[in-house]
C-alpha cells in the first residue's frame, strides 16, 4: 500500500517534474522526492531488495534537476535517521 501511495502521489504531482516545470519550489522538490522513492518503495512491496545508497543518490539527485541543495539536504537528513535506527 505504501509503494502505491507513492506512486498515486508522484502521479498527482507529475506536472511539477523537471528542470522548467512551474510550481513552487517545495512543491517541486515534494514531486521529485516521491518519484524517486516510488520505485524503491515497489521493490520493498514485492519482496525484493532495497539499497539505501541507490535511494539516497536518487534524492540527492534532485538538486541537478532543479537547483539548489534540497535533495542533497533531504539525503543528508535520511542517511542520519538511518545511521540512528
Known amino acids: 500500500m505504501l509503494a502505491q501511495a507513492l506512486y498515486e ?6 506536472d511539477l517534474l523537471g ?3 512551474p510550481g513552487q ?7 521529485h522526492l516521491l518519484y ?4 524503491e518503495a515497489e521493490a ?11 535511494a539516497l543518490a536518487k534524492v540527492a539527485h534532485i538538486d541537478a534537476i532543479i537547483g ?5 539536504q533531504l539525503a543528508a ?7 540512528d535506527a
Open 44 to 54: 520493498l512491496a514485492g519482496g525484493g531488495a532495497f539499497d539505501i545508497g541507490v
Open 68 to 72: 539548489g541543495t534540497d535533495g542533497s
Open 9 to 14: 502521489a508522484s502521479l498527482l504531482l507529475r
Open 36 to 39: 524517486a522513492l516510488h520505485n
Open 25 to 31: 519550489r517545495s512543491h517541486r522538490v515534494a514531486a
Open 77 to 83: 537528513r535520511f542517511r542520519q535517521a538511518s545511521d
Open 19 to 21: 528542470s522548467n516545470a
